[in-house]
């Protein structure tokens, strides 16, 4: 099957206050195709947000390449970084990052507003998400009117929006109970799979890879071990 | 389209609150320095604006309508037979002392004319006939003197200049910048009541053209058969009485120095509670940036909210304003506010917060999307 995200041996360094360098990624490869699952797991400092954050193109790489859909994220043309965040992927946030003053439907909406989707086309995806998770009963709802599930479910919503190939999330079940985080992850899993959606779940929750095809472990700055889920 | 910019901007409304005020306070402040300052200086000129003449022949750089010097009052004649005048008069623009019933003494401003109904001065009367003025020892007195004279009523006595002189008419809005009160009084009466100085002379002569008549011909001929004069058309005459108090006495720099004052408070403001509301929702703009964002979608927003905190503000501040002219009206002075100055005021308070706005611009250029992924 052909990858939808490549990330090609991928270094990253980070420049400290005194001129040294300090490493974080050191050569990780991977590949997410559509329909796959996947968990990434490591211990804290082992650079999993760094890495998500290059393969969703917010953060260039040190070194090495990351293909979105066949394209590469050229570091070198940084204009062309949010064309493919826009295009290509979808974001779940640990802490949601939802707009405090939007409701949730308009959550939904303004993410496909930016990419370019307006009026009853947007507000009609936004709809078809909201259902999808959910929350039909709660899109008139602000997120500080919503539980920590609900506000995930819309963060969720927002990142199938639009119906990006490549959804990245990072630790979405940290700030939820073990019973909501549970069925969010289920969710998720079924949503993904049903729009046959690649899911990079960044995590230190155990209970994430009973819903994933493959997990990876990365450690000081290297994918130490790549396997089929048990 | 989900307007984010509104949405968040009201979404704190203590902070709009501030963000508005300070915008409001800056208006009103830019509103009423400078409407005060256009009223006073509207004294300056008023009886210029208001008098039926199209060119004012003055004694050579006389400084403003106030400040009159004498020439002699047969000038006249030459400037009659100048071909495309209608009509020319002479006029006495004086000083003049009046002994009040309590024993003080206070200055008038005469303005003396043969006739008074052919020249549109004064505009404004509200009791008395201005023909009667030619049949003694009579005078019509403006309304503004009962600040400097106290109450007066027709029929009542001054002694102008030694002179017992009775009022027969008084005005409404006649001014002069020196607030000293303008009375009306019969040309030839005028040089008698200081013949040293007035006897066979006038101040000004009054030209009306005929129709069709060139201005500029006109007056470039009166000027070439009185050399010793100034010749002016009523604009530039008016212009340069203004000019003399906005230049000699710092009335105008004093304006200018409020209204640099006011923009600077209300863009300080502004852009206080615009970057301080930028750096509370960085990480929103981080989750723009991250959903395919750029800069300039956030440019937008904080411009969107910049431009609504203008109009807002830009309404209360002249709301406040306008809402202040029966108090300033009052204590006897004019607020006068011109729709093409409230439109520079309203695109002003616009570029004013596009301007405190830029500051957060350079704050959200470098925002790192990475930080929608820390806790």
Not at chain 1, 178 to 197: C, P, T, V, Y
Not at chain 2, 120 to 135: C, F, Q, S, T, Y
């Given at each position: ?230 | ?148 004279y106290g109450p007066f009523a027709v029929g009542e006595y001054r002694e102008i200049m030694g002179q017992r002189m009775k009022i027969i008419g008084r005005t409404k809005h006649a001014r002069s910048f020196t607030t000293t009160p303008i009375t009306f009084i019969d040309f030839d009466r005028a040089q008698t ?183």
């Open positions: 099957m052909t990858p939808v995200l490549e990330a090609i041996d991928v270094f990253k360094e980070y420049r400290e206050g005194r001129g040294e360098t300090v490493p974080v990624l050191k050569g990780v490869s991977l590949s997410l195709s559509r329909g796959e699952i996947v968990s990434l797991e490591g211990p804290s400092g082992s650079g999993k947000t760094t890495l998500l954050s290059i393969l969703g193109c917010i953060l260039t790489a040190s070194s090495g390449r990351i293909v979105v859909e066949g394209e590469e994220a050229d570091p070198k043309r940084p204009a062309r970084l949010p064309e493919i965040r826009k295009k290509s992927i979808g974001f779940v946030f640990q802490q949601f990052n939802l707009f405090p003053s939007l409701t949730a439907l308009e959550n939904v909406e303004y993410a496909l507003n930016v990419k370019g989707l307006r009026n009853a086309t947007a507000r009609k995806e936004a709809e078809r998400v909201l259902d999808a998770v959910g929350l039909d009963d709660r899109k008139h709802f602000l997120p500080r009117d919503l539980s920590g599930g609900q506000k995930q479910r819309i963060a969720i919503a927002r990142a199938l929006a639009g119906r990006s190939p490549i959804l990245l999330a990072d630790e979405p079940t940290a700030n939820l109970d073990s019973h909501i985080g549970g069925q969010i992850l289920e969710m998720f899993r079924a949503l993904a799979k049903k729009e046959d959606r690649a899911l990079l779940i960044v995590t230190h929750d155990p209970k994430v890879r009973t819903v994933s095809d493959r997990v990876l472990q990365i450690r000081d700055g290297s994918i130490a071990e790549d396997g089929i889920a048990a | 389209m989900v307007d984010l910019a509104t949405k968040s901007l009201l979404h704190d409304k203590l902070r709009f609150l501030i963000t508005v005020s300070g915008v409001a306070f800056a208006v009103t402040l830019v509103f009423v320095q400078v409407g005060l300052f256009l009223g006073l200086l509207d004294n300056a000129s008023i009886t210029i604006e208001h008098i039926d003449a199209d060119l004012w022949v003055t004694s050579r750089n006389t400084p403003n309508v106030d400040f009159a010097h004498t020439f002699p009052d047969t000038q006249v004649k030459r400037v009659r037979s100048v071909p495309g005048v209608a009509r020319a008069d002479n006029l006495i623009v004086w000083f003049v002392t009046m002994n009040l019933p309590s024993g003080a003494q206070e200055g008038s401003l005469i303005y003396a004319l043969d006739d008074f109904s052919l020249w549109n001065i004064p505009w404004n009367v509200m009791e008395g006939d201005l023909a009667d003025l030619k049949r003694g020892q009579y005078f019509f007195l403006d309304d503004s003197a009962v600040k400097r009541l200081n013949p040293q100085s007035l006897q066979g002379k006038t101040t000004y002569i009054l030209v009306k053209l005929a129709p069709g008549a060139d201005p500029q011909a006109v007056k470039a001929e009166i000027a070439r058969r009185l050399p010793y004069n100034d010749v002016y058309t009523r604009k530039d005459w008016a212009a340069r009485s203004r000019r003399y108090w906005v230049q000699s006495t710092g009335i105008g720099l004093n304006m200018y120095i409020t209204v640099f004052l006011g923009c600077l408070v209300g863009i300080v403001v502004v852009a206080q509670t615009l970057y301080t509301s930028t750096m509370e929702h960085l990480k929103e703009f981080g989750t723009v940036k991250a959903i395919g964002g750029g800069n300039f979608d956030i440019y937008r927003i904080l411009a969107k909210q910049a431009s609504i905190a203008a109009v807002a503000g830009f309404i209360l501040g002249a709301l406040m304003a306008y809402a202040m002219r029966p108090a300033i009206t009052k204590i006897d002075l004019k607020l006068i506010i011109p729709p093409a100055f409230v439109a520079i005021v309203f695109a002003g308070s616009v570029v004013m917060c596009l301007a405190a706005a830029m500051i957060s611009f350079k704050k959200v250029a470098s925002i790192d999307p990475a930080l929608v992924f820390r806790a």
